[in-house]
């Protein structure tokens, strides 16, 4: 079992930046795909990002592609995500995840098996 806190979100401006981070509660094997996902009022819950945690390989969703960056810090078995040129498009509860698999092209919430509570984003225009 692994628990997962995110960290990081808050009230940011156009334009601004956020660093999300989430630290699972255990260290994971180096098999694990870490991911980032967002749901957004009156939405379905969506992928934004995502890394294996042995490589460092990455993927990301159109939208976000280019001005967020999804890392790992292994040493400090911690996960972040961060997020330039926000917009208020971008206002939504973001959600650290994690599987077993090393996947990076797991894009579904139904792929990952651990997740976070949640850390709101909102983007004042």
């Known amino acids: 079992q692994v628990q997962l806190v995110e960290s990081g979100g808050g009230l940011v401006q156009a334009g601004g930046s956020l660093r999300l981070s989430c630290a699972p509660s255990r260290r994971t094997d180096t098999t694990y795909t870490m991911g980032w996902f967002r749901q957004a009022p009156g939405k379905e819950r969506e992928f934004v990002a995502s890394v294996r945690y042995s490589g460092g390989s990455t993927y990301y969703a159109d939208s976000v592609k280019g001005r967020f960056t999804i890392s790992k810090d292994y040493a400090k078995n911690t996960v972040y995500l961060q997020m330039n040129s926000l917009t208020p498009e971008d206002t939504a509860v973001y959600y650290c995840?994690?599987?077993?698999?090393?996947?990076?092209?797991?894009?579904?919430?139904?792929?990952?098996?651990?997740w976070g509570p949640g850390t709101q984003v909102t983007v004042s225009s």
């Open positions: 995840a994690a599987r077993r698999e090393a996947s990076i092209l797991a894009t579904r919430t139904s792929d990952y098996a651990y």
